[in-house]
């Protein structure tokens, strides 16, 4: 740190020399025509060049990155959004104000150049360069070396640096970018209409989770940070929009791992006139479509293991994945009371009223969900824990619903809706009872929700996905800060 002090000294002494000098260390940009991916795209095959007298000139800008000074004269390389090129500065052949210049730049400064091209004896494509100017003067060095294991944090806090300095990384985030806008071709290819709801909500629902609270003050009244928009699309469906989907941001009030991160990006969508089996082959089609316009093939390595999307992928029921992956006794998922005690041994936070479903929602989480690397659809969880979800025709303690896990960890979570009003008054009745007696997570009573209900709410199924997480998969990236530009972090000491 002392080091970097003493040059972010050197570096503003000289922006005042050249403030001295009549030059301004943060001109006006006058404007580049040719971006550096370009002039070497369209160059790339060109052996040739014209004679001097000829040469178009070429005008482009970027950060300095390195210099190679030989007196008189130097190569450097110079960067910008789509690449990084050569560059040539002969004393001689420039006015003797734009040598001076470029002896007093630093790495890290932006120029903006003009020259021609030529090619050196390696064969490298090089602008040999005739004019000069300083776009904006760097007061602090770049890092030399700031990858590696011990640099990880820090390079969530200086996402900036970390892009600049590391490839890898501004690929994670291109192809991000790149997914969502897959995602968002595929939705409306298929008649869905993209909608945004309230990030802000006076009841926080649709999710089971502890939410931000905040305050309006000209409202006088409290208010939440959305955990989900699930309440406000179905509300949508209820309008007559058939076919919605949004893709925002959540926010949960909960730990911060490799797979969570307490504001995350979800893609939710409804479809009015179908069933969650409907949305399983929906999600088949949407994921492995992505995998392979984004990784050239549906089985692809992800942290050293194989992943093989190709469908149909695997189905099993909740009941069955806990005996068949979990290991489970037939005796313990019929006996709650075993449930619940086999919960609590294995260290679940249980509270007094939560039933058998609860207990073996959490026993899934520690014995099943690990063990499901390949993609896996588990259908009809407990009611307990699905206070959105239509119930089951062949057991009325379960729901038409399902969880995808790839990689062991949920990637998406889908249902078919519960459109039954009455139904849906007494489950966020049982809801806040369970808050009431301290789960914060619970959902609470949404009344206008239920009279949106009452208005009829045709047969409809909707889904979230985990854009984050999915991203996560695609990329390769062992963690959730990895495919989050700027991910939640502790203060620094």
């Not at 991160?261 to 969508?269: D, I, L, S, V, Y």
């Not at 037939?330 to 005690?341: E, F, K, N, T």
């Amino acid at each position: 740190m002392a080091d970097d002090n003493i040059l972010r000294q050197q570096r503003v002494k000289k922006s005042q020399e050249l403030r001295d000098l009549g030059l301004d260390p943060y001109p006006s940009f006058n404007g580049a025509q040719d971006k550096i991916g370009d002039i070497l795209a369209r160059y790339a095959s060109q052996a040739d060049f014209w004679s001097e007298d000829k040469s178009p000139l070429l005008r482009t800008a970027g950060r300095l990155m390195t210099v190679r000074d030989f007196g008189k004269s130097l190569f450097f390389h110079v960067q910008d959004g789509t690449g990084r090129m050569q560059g040539y500065l002969k004393k001689d052949q420039v006015d003797p104000e734009t040598f001076g210049l470029f002896k007093k730049l630093d790495i890290g400064d932006f120029v903006g150049l003009a020259g021609s091209l030529f090619r050196t004896k390696t064969g490298e494509l090089t602008l040999l360069v005739k004019e000069a100017v300083l776009l904006s003067k760097a007061l602090l060095p770049l890092p030399e070396k700031f990858h590696g294991l011990t640099d990880v944090e820090q390079r969530y806090r200086q996402r900036y640096l970390d892009l600049l300095v590391n490839p890898a990384v501004r690929q994670i985030f291109e192809t991000r970018s790149r997914i969502i806008s897959l995602i968002r071709s595929f939705m409306n290819e298929r008649g869905f209409l993209e909608v945004e709801t309230p990030m802000m909500q006076p009841i926080p629902g649709g999710a089971t989770a502890k939410p931000f609270k905040t305050y309006h003050n000209t409202l006088d009244m409290p208010l939440f940070l959305r955990i989900a928009p699930e309440l406000y699309l179905k509300r949508l469906v209820i309008g007559g929009l058939e076919r919605v989907f949004e893709i925002n941001r959540n926010f949960r009030n909960e730990g911060i791992s490799i797979q969570h991160n307490p504001e995350f990006t979800m893609m939710e969508f409804y479809q009015a006139y179908a069933t969650y089996q409907d949305l399983m082959a929906f999600t088949e089609l949407l994921v492995s479509g992505l995998a392979s316009a984004v990784r050239g093939t549906l089985t692809f390595p992800y942290q050293g293991e194989s992943i093989d999307l190709t469908p149909p992928w695997r189905k099993i029921t909740f009941l069955e994945a806990l005996q068949e992956i979990g290991g489970l006794p037939a005796a313990v998922l019929a006996d709650p009371d075993r449930a619940v005690a086999l919960a609590r041994d294995q260290g679940a936070q249980l509270r007094a009223g939560d039933g058998p479903g609860k207990a073996l929602t959490k026993i899934f989480e520690q014995v099943v969900e690990p063990k499901l690397r390949q993609p896996t659809f588990v259908t009809g969880y407990p009611i307990e824990v699905s206070p959105l979800a239509k119930r089951s025709r062949e057991n009325p303690e379960l729901t038409d619903r399902f969880e995808l896990f790839i990689s062991g960890r949920e990637i998406a979570n889908g249902f078919t809706e519960l459109n039954d009003p009455l139904d849906q008054r007494e489950r966020f009745l049982e809801q806040m009872k369970a808050h009431e007696a301290g789960d914060d997570e619970a959902q609470v009573m949404d009344r206008d929700y239920v009279q949106a209900l009452e208005y009829g709410l045709p047969p409809t199924a909707g889904e979230g996905i985990g854009i984050d997480r999915l991203v996560m998969l695609l990329t390769d990236a062992p963690s959730i800060r990895e495919v989050i530009l700027f991910p939640q972090l502790r203060p620094e000491n």
